[in-house]
């Protein structure tokens, strides 16, 4: 199946994240809220069955070894510069180059499934829903996360918002992802959203202290005007 995609493999990747060690810790950092949740949802298990779709530069999958030590992980990128990035930070995961809405990587094979800011870029996100309980045990846990259309910084910035992108081909504010997540087979376990990202004079000193404490100290809220819509999910057979 040879579906449209929104990735230009003929331009320089813009989600080739950099190196370094400070680099590092602020991935991380916004990577904690994450781990939070999923651990709650887990009951803090470690021996996992772990799919990443859509690795990007592979920080998640780095960091899951050290959170979930004794557990498995896969990852599917389309991008094959991408791949590459996410194979030097996740070695001994098994990695593929595929589309989210159609890979195989045999059925009912994951515990948990997340995926981080990719959905938006497909043009079948249901399509990639249906991939995702496919791809979970049941009652699998699935989180997904992805900018919100009904954020304050989609609201007060309006065509200057930076989640506004020739690649961003699936927008929707959180109500329209809670809806249409649920009606492809999963029940919530946690809907919320960030915070003020999107907005810059909260996203900058001094104003952006506050922003940056919440972001570190909760990751994210029940409500829906924060600027990444963030949900957890279980598989519903």
């Known amino acids: 199946m040879n579906q449209k995609v929104s990735v230009n493999t003929e331009i320089p990747s813009p989600y080739i994240e950099k190196k370094g060690g400070l680099y590092r810790m602020k991935r991380k950092l916004t990577y904690a809220f994450a781990f939070r949740l999923l651990n709650k949802h887990l009951s803090r298990r470690h ?137 492809h087979g999963f029940s919530p376990l946690y809907l919320g959203s960030t915070f003020f990202s999107g907005v810059p004079v909260l996203n900058t000193f001094p104003l952006g202290i506050v922003n940056w404490l919440m972001l570190f100290a909760f990751g994210s809220l029940r409500w829906s005007a924060g600027e990444s819509y963030v949900g957890v999910f279980k598989s519903v057979r």
Request: glycine share 10%; net charge negative; charged share 25%.
């Open 47 to 183: 021996d996992l069955e772990v799919l990443d779709i859509g690795t990007g530069s592979g920080f998640f999958l780095e960091f899951a070894r050290e959170v979930f030590p004794n557990s498995h992980f896969s990852g599917v990128e389309y991008d094959e510069r991408l791949l590459a990035e996410t194979f030097c930070r996740a070695p001994n995961a098994n990695l593929i180059q595929g589309n989210a809405e159609d890979f195989d990587l045999g059925h009912g094979q994951y515990d948990l499934v997340v995926s981080f800011q990719v959905i938006e870029h497909l043009y079948s996100p249901g399509a990639m829903l249906d991939n995702v309980r496919t791809h979970l045990k049941p009652g699998g846990i699935f989180l997904v996360t992805t900018p919100n259309l009904s954020g304050l910084g989609a609201r007060w910035m309006k065509g200057k918002w930076h989640g506004y992108r020739d690649d961003h081909v699936s927008l929707k504010g959180k109500d329209e992802w809670d809806r249409l997540i649920v009606s």
